[in-house]
């Protein structure tokens, strides 16, 4: 065992995709990967994996009554784990890819974990060039949660992840320091009206 674990630089305009394919030859093994995002550095796992989603919650140390949000690469990958119904459609249109994440009505193939037993996943597009080609190699959702211990700060670089995990993380996929500011927004679909959970960077008119 080493005291850190592997990494990747990448450019982060256009990731080259070796690199990000032995990203996803991890995710699919069960493993998990930091990732820079348009916000702070996430930590990935393939979210419809139960196991690898308990690693995102142990790595965390978060409560397992606190859902994960998941990162989609499109509208019909959100299809296929949620149910979205025409108002998410056109607030997908309009805000996606970006810094909004909707909570839907889960599909019954998301595992219980991930939604903390709420029946209900929050999901996204990233605008991150990096982090939407990381999901759309994989193939499928996977987690996004930002790259801490829980309670600690969000990070923005790739030697801010590798000091709080050192080799609890599979790789690090290094696309250079992300902009921080304030995470996505979160808006409930599932309730009417729609409610704000947590005002971020998008301001939904």
Do not use: C
Request: aromatic fraction near 4%; charge should be neutral.
């Amino acid at each position: 065992m080493t005291d850190r674990p592997r990494l990747i630089s990448l450019d982060p305009v256009a990731p080259a995709p070796a690199g990000l394919r032995a990203a996803t030859d991890i995710l699919r093994a069960g493993g998990a990967v930091a990732f820079p995002t348009e916000t702070f550095y996430g930590l990935a796992a393939a979210a419809l994996d139960p196991a690898s989603v308990k690693r995102i919650f142990a790595l965390k140390g978060r409560p397992d009554s606190k859902p994960l949000l998941v990162l989609v690469d499109s509208v019909a990958m959100a299809e296929t784990v949620a149910h979205v119904s025409e108002p998410a459609r056109a607030l997908m249109k309009r805000y996606w890819p970006g810094a909004l994440t909707l909570v839907l009505p889960a599909r019954a193939i998301v595992p219980a974990d991930v939604m903390a037993g709420t029946r209900t996943l929050g999901v996204r597009v990233s605008s991150h060039p990096i982090a939407h080609a990381l999901v759309r190699t994989l193939g499928e959702p996977m987690t996004a949660p930002s790259a801490n211990p829980s309670g600690l700060e969000p990070p923005t670089t790739a030697r801010a992840v590798v000091a709080y995990f050192g080799d609890g993380l599979d790789l690090v996929l290094d696309g250079g320091a992300t902009a921080g500011g304030v995470p996505s927004t979160v808006l409930d679909m599932t309730v009417d009206p729609p409610t704000i959970v947590r005002q971020g960077a998008v301001v939904v008119t």
